[in-house]
């Protein structure tokens, strides 16, 4: 596993005991009773690594443990390790503990982002929201083509229902990665959140552009959307309706942006109703709901 994205990977971990990470640890624990590991050189460790965090996931802190002590004394002073310790002690030693050997981590390499970003994670999850932001803010400040951690100070923000800022924050991912069609609908749906409809409906519209096959075998009319794409469509009708019934959130954009015309926004509600109308056959193989509001309840939990 490449070394700079394994550490983004630990930095950002969040514990869940999902299938997959059940079916990690269920297919490693063999390799590591029978010592199976240390004859594959770098795969044999990137896997013991990824067992160690299926074992946190499934809360079987003995085996964690195992793995965290062989990745140790194979790599002595691994910033990596040195994660992946400290997400051992998250999963059962006091916050204050915690913070305390990031805290030593950083003292030792003040460039050690992945142990910034786990002290950030640490500080939610102990409520102190004012601080996390501080944190993330200065580590922001040193690091800023960290498109993750500019992703984290948004989340951070919209727990707080403070979407203005979010939105900020999710425009410096935007221009780090201007091909990411995911930070694109993430931007969208903040900006619909903060009642800047005009700009949620024009960023919608450029995420379907993105992930729309223009090159693929059937035109895009012809198409059936899925994933983004779906999800996409989803928040161009939640706008589409929304500056229908409600004409004064056309005028209301805090980033300035012009709705489309009467006319043409018809238009667009007819083509985007079309889209999902055709997602929700496909995906139900059942005819979708006749009424307006019925469909776009029953689309809710499928583009979540």
Not at 35 to 57: R, V
Not at 196 to 202: E, G, Q
């Amino acid at each position: 596993m490449e070394y700079t994205f394994s550490l983004q990977k630990l930095a950002a971990y969040r514990p869940r005991k999902s299938a997959k990470s059940r079916a990690t640890f269920d297919a490693g624990l063999p390799t590591l009773e029978r010592g199976g590991y240390a004859g594959k050189g770098e795969e044999g460790w990137d896997a013991l690594e990824k067992l160690a965090l299926a074992a946190l996931d499934q809360e079987n802190i003995e085996v964690a443990d195992k793995c965290i002590q062989l990745l140790t004394d194979k790599f002595p002073g691994s910033a990596r390790v040195d994660c992946l310790a400290g997400l051992r002690m998250e999963a059962t030693e006091p916050p204050e503990t915690v913070l305390q050997y990031y805290d030593e981590l950083l003292e030792a390499d003040p460039n050690n982002t992945a142990a910034w970003r786990r002290k950030v994670y640490v500080l939610r999850r102990m409520g102190k929201i004012d601080k996390a932001v501080s944190e993330l803010s200065a580590l922001l400040d040193t690091f800023y083509t960290d498109p993750d951690g500019w992703l984290e100070l948004a989340d951070i923000y919209a727990s707080c229902q403070q979407y203005t800022y979010a939105l900020q924050s999710l425009s410096h991912a935007l221009l780090l990665s201007p091909q990411n069609p995911s930070y694109f609908l993430q931007y969208a749906e903040m900006a619909y959140l903060a009642e800047d409809v005009p700009l949620a409906l024009k960023t919608f519209l450029h995420t379907v552009d993105m992930t729309d096959d223009d090159d693929g075998d059937l035109a895009p009319s012809d198409s059936i959307p899925t994933g983004i794409t779906l999800r996409a469509w989803f928040g161009v009708k939640l706008c589409t309706r929304k500056l229908i019934t409600e004409p004064r959130s056309a005028s209301s954009s805090a980033s300035q942006t012009a709705a489309p015309n009467t006319s043409n926004l018809s238009l667009l509600d007819d083509l985007c109703t079309e889209r999902l109308r055709t997602a929700y056959l496909n995906i139900k193989n059942e005819s979708p709901p006749a009424g307006e509001a019925d469909l776009i309840a029953a689309l809710t939990t499928l583009v979540k």
